[in-house]
């Protein structure tokens, strides 16, 4: 891989990294609001298709960060990967990892074969 795409590929991991962590806080805030609607606060709610959308919406917000926490884990295993040398390497067959996976998903950790292979399991 030539340094401009890694350089490229660092940089795109930086920024969603950023954003990640940026969305996270986010969810922690509204997480924080929603705690005082929980708590009895927030009187307006008393009605319960009000109490049920509420529970939807925590359930929903909990589910998104929790997936934003994971895409911010694999975003910071592939920039160790780059401050170790290994990123681009596939994680279960130690194969190269195709530089056009790389630049459509730059925290890719396996090859597209056993990417294929693991999601038909």
Do not use: W
Not at 4 to 12: E, I, P, Q, T, V
Not at 23 to 34: F, K, S, V, W
Not at 67 to 85: D, I, K, P, T
Not at 109 to 118: D, N, P, Q, V
Request: with cysteine; aromatic share 4%; proline share 2%.
């Amino acid at each position: 891989m030539n340094t401009a795409l890694r350089d490229g590929l660092k940089a795109a991991l930086e920024a969603e990294q950023a954003r990640l962590i940026e969305e996270i806080a986010e969810y922690e805030r509204e997480g924080q609001e929603t705690l005082s609607d929980v708590s009895g606060e927030n009187n307006y709610r008393d009605h319960m298709a009000d109490q049920g959308t509420a529970t939807f919406a925590r359930e929903l917000d909990a589910t998104l960060e929790e997936r934003a926490r994971e895409n911010l884990a694999q975003v910071e295993r592939a920039l160790a990967r780059m401050g170790e040398g290994t990123y681009g390497i596939c994680l279960r067959c130690g194969d190269p990892i195709a530089e056009e996976r790389l630049e459509a998903v730059p925290a890719a950790e396996l090859c597209i074969g056993c990417k294929e292979r693991e999601e038909s399991s």
